[in-house]
């Protein structure tokens, strides 16, 4: 089975010099979660962003490979990109409040999507509009058409944004942070819904978040970036068993996993900031805030593949 | 948006009646309006029976709510210069002022729109920095010297348009052209600043990431937040184009009601300076009515309250 | 250097120049602004046909030398543009202040009398004033600052009501400092680089005003060497010596453009907006 998105080689620079991006590399199969976990900074997001040829004006993208099916997305000009965009890729992003506009209605700004990808009738746009409202979970659906964002929830809204997502069947749905800026019963909500949509839609999810609470109840393969790489890419089950790299047990010790953190055991910390890295950084970003750090860690760094899908960057081969 | 309005309309009707007694302490300013009507070779006598004749030996309460009564009903004197009614001459000067007025905001906003846009897509470009100098050149350009310089150029030596009147159409363009300048530069500011501002919201990532043309992502979602203090700072510059219209239509010698005003002014007819004092801030009341309105239109936020 | 600081430079420049030219006019200007010589009417500059060495920029309907009316009307640009902006921020300083550190029904007024200042119409008032006064040098200065004060109070106000809570306001005030004294100590003092970004605005708008009042006669009287009534008495002449107008045309062009250019450039350096 080929990959819906492969990545290989990703960097991004932004014109300060930050490099948010350094030699990423992922694949999200048809149907699948992919969890990328991290830090706020870690350049997650910058990484959905590219995907999507959505970075701020001013940074740079290159990649070895990045295709979506069988389009190059390295190769295509952004006009061609957007064809794709709202089609066969789509996004949600963290912030629901804001990232629906005040000025037009639900309908019109779902209908829209299906109008500029599908060239159907406006009537059309808002049949389906309904149909995915309902689908969301969001009642009377007919009546929240014709509502304006400011009258609708946080909740409400990101669910909109889910359905706006899912106008024209997509394949691959990137989710950035989508419950972080949500109350926590509601954030359980639209996790469950978008579980049930994947399943349903055989989506394939790539799901961007900080939070190892939804990782483990979201993912089948989990990316963690620290710093702009991916420290350690694993099967879900796999990292949570047996993480490798100690960032990533440095995360799992900070926070409850249910069902895999005992009552009463205390949580741990990691110490320290994010350093800031500009370009032509060398050796590992961690290592000021590793308790294994040696003096090999300011040189390269190695890849470790310790099984046929779980890859770690670090010094101790085989940690 | 009914309590809103409301409460703008009340406000109107407050800043209108402060503007009445502006309008009226303005020709008391002088002290004795008796001897500025009659001029400076009036005899004594003279200043006498003219105080008499308008009134203006009684108490000045009294002067001022014979006179904001009879304003407020539609009768705003008689000028002493033509012998008519006020009104009459301002009803028949108004419509060319108002005409190069909407012409004046007509050139602006289609120059102000397009350039701001392009500025705010190419933000801190040279572009950018090319349209920063149209604002500031629009700014420093004394209003009546352009107008002289164009009627010069395109009058004299090119002669394309008529230097004066406006007995064709043509006779409104470089008037027009002469006003749009007045108001280019603050148009194109908040247009700039609206569109950059919108241009790096949340909701236009969202229009990009659904795939939407660049035109309509720009022209559809983002204009339309970027519009509303545009609408409300083009309602007041039109105001200001018409209080500005005097200068204007002193150069190009258009009959309208700011050249009436100039005139009424040197010829000391001071109810006709009044009465225009008060149909322009009316004119400009008015116009920031329509500007919330038409916000409450543009704002679905506003409507809903 | 960026283009930013480029740009106020060139506003320093002009503004320092006119400024030396204004103070200096005295010595600068080859001849007697006002002497009058009917036998040297209209002499073009000295780079056009008919130019004589003795009058750079030529003179005018009077025999008046050119360039020295030129060089006393900046002294009057700049003396009307500085008066004007000290009465009229005087004036909205004070509104703003009281309005917004005060609150309530005092703020209420303060922003009604904001509301219904842009209703007059500025340059039909002024010309009624000047009219009904007489035009002079203090009139203008008066009648524009009476009328140019709402800026100054909308900054005030916004400013005053940003630092009023700060600490150390609240300070001063718990150690029993009078009001008076935290609005002249502690508020003027950190809202004066707001304020003084508006005067220079203001003050190139006021230069236009004075100009454009002079133009249509009831600015200052004749036979001061007013630019806006250079322009004024060229009028009549500028469609055979187009140079009658554009002489003083650029010379009020360039200072405006090099008030509003510093004035730009100094809200940028201490990040404050002054804006309409």
Redesign the interface.
């Known amino acids: 089975m080929r990959p819906v998105l492969e990545i290989t080689n990703l960097n991004v620079g932004f014109p300060d010099g930050t490099a948010a991006v350094r030699g990423v590399s992922l694949q999200v199969m048809p149907g699948e979660t992919h969890c990328v976990v991290g830090e706020s900074g870690c350049g997650k997001s910058v990484t959905a962003l590219s995907v999507m040829n959505l970075l701020p004006r001013g940074a740079r993208r290159s990649a070895d490979v990045m295709r979506f099916h069988d389009h190059d997305l390295t190769r295509m000009a952004d006009r061609h990109i957007a064809r794709l965009r709202g089609d066969k890729m789509a996004m949600i992003f963290q912030e629901p409040m804001t990232s629906l506009n005040p000025a037009y209605t639900i309908g019109s700004q779902m209908a829209e999507v299906l109008e500029r990808h599908r060239h159907v009738s406006r009537a059309k746009g808002l049949d389906r509009a309904a149909e995915l409202l309902g689908k969301v979970g969001i009642t009377a659906p007919g009546m929240r058409l014709g509502q304006y964002p400011h009258q609708l929830s946080g909740g409400l809204r990101q669910r909109v944004m889910i359905a706006m997502a899912l106008m024209c069947d997509p394949e691959l749905l990137i989710a950035d942070e989508p419950t972080t800026a949500l109350d926590v019963t509601v954030q359980a909500q639209i996790l469950r819904l978008l579980k049930s949509l994947q399943q349903q839609l055989g989506l394939a999810l790539l799901l961007i978040t900080h939070d190892l609470g939804v990782v483990a109840r979201m993912a089948q393969r989990v990316s963690v970036m620290y710093a702009g790489q991916v420290v350690e890419s694993a099967d879900a089950k796999a990292l949570f068993a047996a993480p490798a790299h100690p960032y990533t047990r440095g995360l799992l010790d900070c926070v409850p996993i249910p069902g895999k953190t005992a009552p009463g055991e205390p949580l741990g910390s990691i110490p320290g900031v994010v350093p800031r890295i500009g370009e032509g950084y060398v050796g590992c970003a961690f290592r000021d805030r590793c308790a294994y750090a040696a003096p090999a860690c300011k040189g390269e760094i190695p890849r470790n593949r310790l099984s046929p899908d779980h890859e770690t960057i670090c010094t101790r081969s085989g940690a | 948006m009914r309590k809103f309005l409301l409460r703008r309309a009340i406000?109107a009707v407050?800043?209108?009646l402060?503007?009445l007694v502006?309008a009226f302490a303005?020709?008391r300013?002088?002290g004795d309006l008796a001897v500025?009507i009659a001029g400076p070779n009036a005899t004594a006598e003279d200043v006498v029976t003219i105080r008499k004749n308008y009134g203006l030996d009684r108490p000045l309460p009294a002067q001022f709510v014979d006179w904001a009564v009879a304003a407020a009903s539609g009768d705003l004197g008689r000028s002493y210069l033509y012998r008519a009614p006020v009104w009459g001459l301002i009803k028949e000067r108004l419509p060319i002022t108002v005409c190069l007025g909407l012409i004046g905001l007509g050139f602006a906003l289609a120059t102000a729109i397009p350039l701001g846009i392009l500025a705010a897509m190419r933000e801190g470009t040279l572009l950018d920095?090319a349209i920063g100098s149209v604002t500031?050149?629009g700014?420093?350009?004394?209003?009546?010297?352009l107008g002289?310089?164009l009627?010069?150029t395109f009058g004299?030596k090119l002669q394309w348009l008529p230097i004066s009147g406006v007995d064709t159409w043509d006779g409104y363009v470089m008037p027009g052209i002469v006003l749009a300048f007045s108001a280019i530069p603050?148009l194109l500011?908040l247009t700039r600043s609206g569109m950059i501002e919108a241009l790096s919201s949340d909701y236009i990532r969202t229009a990009r990431a659904k795939g939407l043309s660049t035109s309509s992502i720009v022209l559809k979602h983002a204009l339309r937040n970027a519009a509303m203090p545009v609408v409300s700072?083009a309602a007041?510059q039109l105001?200001?184009m018409?209080?500005?219209s005097?200068?204007i239509e002193?150069v190009f010698a258009l009959h309208g009601v700011?050249y009436l005003?100039?005139e009424s002014?040197?010829k000391?007819d001071?109810p006709v300076?009044q009465a225009?004092?008060l149909v322009?801030?009316t004119i400009?009341?008015g116009l920031t009515l329509l500007a919330d309105m038409m916000n409450a239109v543009l704002d679905p936020r506003l409507r809903g309250g | 250097m960026n283009?930013r600081s480029i740009s106020t430079s060139l506003g320093l420049l002009i503004v320092g120049g006119v400024l030396a030219i204004a103070l200096g006019a005295d010595l600068l200007a080859p001849h007697d602004p006002f002497a009058q010589d009917l036998s040297q009417r209209m002499i073009p500059p000295r780079w056009m046909d008919g130019g004589t060495p003795d009058h750079l920029f030529g003179t005018d309907q009077l025999g008046r030398d050119y360039l020295s009316r030129l060089i006393f009307g900046a002294r009057i640009s700049l003396l009307i543009g500085t008066l004007t902006v000290v009465t009229s921020g005087l004036i909205g300083t004070t509104l703003g202040v009281v309005g917004g550190y005060f609150g309530g029904r005092t703020d209420d007024a303060v922003m009604?009398a904001i509301?219904?200042r842009?209703?007059?119409?500025?340059?039909?008032?002024a010309?009624?004033?000047v009219?009904?006064?007489g035009s002079s040098l203090t009139v203008v200065v008066l009648t524009l600052g009476l009328l140019l004060w709402e800026r100054f109070a909308v900054v005030a106000r916004t400013t005053t009501m940003q630092i009023r809570n700060l600490d150390y306001v609240a300070a001063a005030r718990a150690a029993g400092a009078s009001t008076a004294h935290i609005l002249i100590r502690e508020i003027l003092p950190n809202i004066l680089t707001h304020l003084i970004v508006v005067a220079t605005l203001e003050m190139?708008l006021a230069i236009?005003l004075e100009?454009?009042l002079s133009?249509?006669?009831?600015g200052v009287p004749p036979p001061l060497p007013s630019w806006?009534l250079m322009?004024a008495e060229g009028?009549d002449y500028?469609?055979f010596s187009?140079w009658v107008?554009m002489v003083p045309?650029i010379a009020?062009?360039?200072l405006?453009?090099g008030i509003?250019?510093l004035g730009?450039g100094m809200r940028d350096l201490l990040g404050v907006s002054a804006?309409?």
């Open positions: 406000l407050m800043v209108m402060t503007v502006v303005l020709t300013l002088s500025s920095r500031l050149i700014q420093a350009m004394p209003s009546f010297w002289l310089l009627i010069i004299l603050a500011r700072v007041v105001g200001f018409l209080g500005g005097i200068v002193t700011g005003a100039w002014i040197s000391n001071f300076v225009v004092v322009l801030a400009y009341v | 283009p009604f509301t219904c842009p209703a007059i119409p500025l340059i039909l008032v010309l009624t004033v009219a009904l006064i190139a236009l100009a454009a133009f249509l006669g009831l806006g322009i009028k500028m469609f187009p107008i045309g009020l062009f360039i405006v453009f509003n250019l730009d804006r309409r």
